[in-house]
């Protein structure tokens, strides 16, 4: 009978210990910002599937002690948003991205909301980008232009039905690594065959041309998506 007594009360005083330990304020801030171009100003078009993350660190809150990393998605605009985040100052890093590394930011203060811009140097600008539809045939066509000496080493037109569509995301794609660099200036053409079993009458697919740099883990830089409704 005591041994049951004292069982109890230790489950009782966890429970007290325990609701003593979670008493604290909820997340309160938010961060939000965009990938820019830092030489066009335009949004850094990304892919949500191993495309750039952004790592924020909590610091000071334990002397001496490994804080857990925070990791942050960066969307298919280049758009992040992330609205459950204690108030503090952070150590944050953008990584995995499909541009040059940029330098961690550190002590940076979160609170309320606010925004927070990168402006980075994206590996691959996809310029002059056309994607039309003729009859069962879309084609792209475009240019690429390369920031680094590294080379283009593919490229590609993906599609899916949803606006995020790369090359982790993709239901039909056509891909090329042929000739991609002997010519700055070369238009490039991409086709996509609408006469497949992966693409159902009526519907709207996103088309979205994507390419690839050779540089020590690089991500697919893109254009923004095209919508055709098959």
């Known amino acids: 009978m005591n041994s049951c007594k004292y069982i109890v009360f230790f489950i009782v005083l966890a429970l007290v ?3 003593e330990k979670d008493n604290y304020d909820a997340p ?3 961060l939000f910002g965009t990938f ?5 100003n335009e949004p850094v078009q990304s892919e949500i599937v191993q495309g750039a993350v952004i790592q924020i660190i909590e610091e000071g809150w334990v002397s001496g002690q490994t804080n857990i990393t925070q990791t942050l998605v960066v969307k298919h605009d280049g758009t992040y948003r992330n609205s459950m985040i204690f108030p503090g100052e952070y150590k944050i890093s953008a990584v995995q991205g499909n541009f040059q590394p940029i330098a961690p930011i550190e002590n940076f203060e979160i609170k309320g909301s606010t925004k927070l811009d990168f402006l ?3 590996y691959l600008r996809i310029k002059n980008a056309s994607i039309i539809r003729n009859g069962s045939i879309v084609t792209a066509t475009f240019k690429v232009e390369k920031t680094t000496g590294d080379n283009i080493a593919r490229i590609g037109l993906f599609s899916h039905p949803n606006i995020a569509v790369g090359a ?3 239901l039909v794609m056509s891909q090329s690594t042929s000739d991609l660099n002997s010519d700055p200036d070369k238009i490039h ?3 996509i065959d609408l006469n497949n079993p992966n693409f159902i009458a009526g519907r709207s697919y996103y088309f979205r041309i994507g ?5 020590s883990g690089a991500r697919f830089n893109y254009a923004p998506a095209v919508n055709i409704t098959i």
């Open 168 to 170: 982790n995301t993709s």
């Open 17 to 19: 210990y325990s609701c």
């Open 211 to 215: 390419a690839l740099s050779s540089a």
């Open 28 to 30: 309160s801030a938010e």
């Open 120 to 122: 980075v140097t994206p």
């Open 189 to 191: 053409t991409l086709l």
């Open 36 to 40: 820019i171009d830092a030489e066009t």
